[in-house]
Every structure is written in structure tokens, then in C-alpha cells.
């Protein structure tokens, strides 16, 4: 009977007898769950994560563009500029600041030459532009990962005149990985572009293009002249 009382005065209320741990009957229960992170190290990783994030921007100008040889050069391409306010602008934009996400990305086509990029657009990592002048990406427009564009690209729609039947369908290309497109090349509405797909300077794109293809505009004809120059006036 004494030896029962005392189990009774050991045991906690409302609960089992405590279980016996490394440090004798008497000591602490053992916990098999692993102990949470600690909050700081979370901090630290968010806060290393958007230096990381610039840093790779600033390597991958470094590493398409030959003209630009350090990250310091990297930080006037206009690409650099245009990519980092449409961060921020489509962060806004997500949030309903619609305003001010558009407000921003119209300061940033006067500062890098004409890159609009609508706030809405989504927009994979590694994503450069060469030159950057006259470049067009309309609301829905969707661009993967690794996509290369160059000068007077339009990723634009058919237009409104064309009477789309569902406002809020996607009007725009979607590009997939590794895209390259180059100048002045134009990919209008919902079409889609495969990974690692090559659309070639001067092309019209209006239909889907297959994964791996290469689209290219018409060449020019060299003509040779035949008729000598008289008077100074040309004629071919």
C-alpha cells in the first residue's frame, strides 16, 4: 500500500505516470520530434535569397552579353534595370496595387529605352534582355525559365478589334524554357512556344511552334545590278 501511494503522489494529474528518460526514473521524458529551426536562421535565408537572386542576374548579363565584362558594367544594362521594376511591379499587381505597379512600369520604359513589361505578365528566372529597345510584353503573357529576347520584340495580342469572346482568357504567347527571339521578331496571341525553341529575327509568329523548332522570316534577294548608273540617277 506505501509503495502504491507514492506512485500516485509521482504521477502527474490528469495524465499517465511520467516515463523514464536518460537521467534515471525521475528524469525528463525523451522527445523523438525534432527541434524547430530557429527563427533567425529563417530570417538570415530570406534575407540572403534577393542577394542571390541579383547576384545571378548580374552573371547571366555578364554571360550573354559580350560587350559586358564585370557585375559592375552588369548594373547598366538596361536589361537589368527593366527585369528588377517588374519584380517589384508584378509583387504590386498581385496585390491589387494596380496603380502603382503600372505606374512603375512606365517609368521603367523611359529609363531603359522603351522595355515595357506589363505588371501582370508572368516572368521566369534568367530572363534577359539584349539591347532592350522598343521590347513589348503584354498582360498575359507567360515566360518560362532561360528566355533570351532581343530589340523590338513584341509578345503582343491580335488586337481588340478582333472580338475576343472571353476578356479574362490569356491573349498573349506563353514561352517555354530556353527560348531565344530574335529582333524585331513579333509572337502574337495565345500562342505557345516549346522549350528551347529559336524564332528568328524579322518573323511573324501566329500559329504554335513545336519544342526545339527554328522559325525564320523570309531572307532579302541580292540583285545584281544590270543597268549601268547614267547621270548620276541609280536604276537596277
Not at 38 to 44: Q, V, Y
Amino acid at each position: 500500500m506505501a509503495s502504491l501511494r507514492v506512485l500516485r503522489r509521482s504521477a502527474p494529474k490528469g495524465g499517465p505516470p511520467r516515463q523514464a528518460g536518460p537521467a534515471g526514473p525521475a528524469g525528463p521524458a525523451v522527445c523523438d520530434q525534432p527541434a524547430p529551426p530557429p527563427r533567425a536562421a529563417g530570417t538570415a535565408r530570406r534575407r540572403r535569397r534577393p542577394l542571390r537572386r541579383i547576384r545571378e542576374e548580374l552573371d547571366l548579363v555578364v554571360e550573354r552579353d559580350p560587350s559586358v565584362r564585370t557585375r559592375s558594367e552588369a548594373l547598366l544594362h538596361p536589361s537589368v534595370l527593366a527585369v528588377a521594376v517588374y519584380r517589384i511591379g508584378h509583387r504590386l499587381y498581385n496585390r491589387r496595387h494596380v496603380r502603382t505597379a503600372r505606374g512603375l512600369c512606365m517609368a521603367a520604359r523611359v529609363l531603359t529605352g522603351g522595355i515595357e513589361i506589363h505588371p501582370g505578365a508572368t516572368v521566369g528566372r534568367r530572363f534577359f534582355i539584349d539591347h532592350g529597345c522598343g521590347v513589348v510584353i503584354g498582360e498575359t503573357v507567360v515566360i518560362g525559365d532561360d528566355v533570351s529576347l532581343f530589340h523590338q520584340v513584341t509578345l503582343g495580342s491580335k488586337g481588340w478589334w478582333n472580338g475576343a469572346a472571353d476578356p479574362s482568357a490569356r491573349r498573349h504567347p506563353r514561352l517555354g524554357d530556353g527560348v531565344t527571339v530574335g529582333a524585331n521578331a513579333s509572337v502574337l496571341g495565345p500562342v505557345t512556344v516549346g522549350d528551347h525553341a529559336v524564332i528568328g529575327a524579322q518573323a511573324l509568329v501566329l500559329h504554335d511552334v513545336p519544342s526545339h523548332a527554328h522559325v525564320r522570316a523570309p531572307h532579302a534577294d541580292v540583285v545584281s545590278r544590270t543597268t549601268p548608273v547614267i547621270h548620276g540617277n541609280r536604276s537596277a
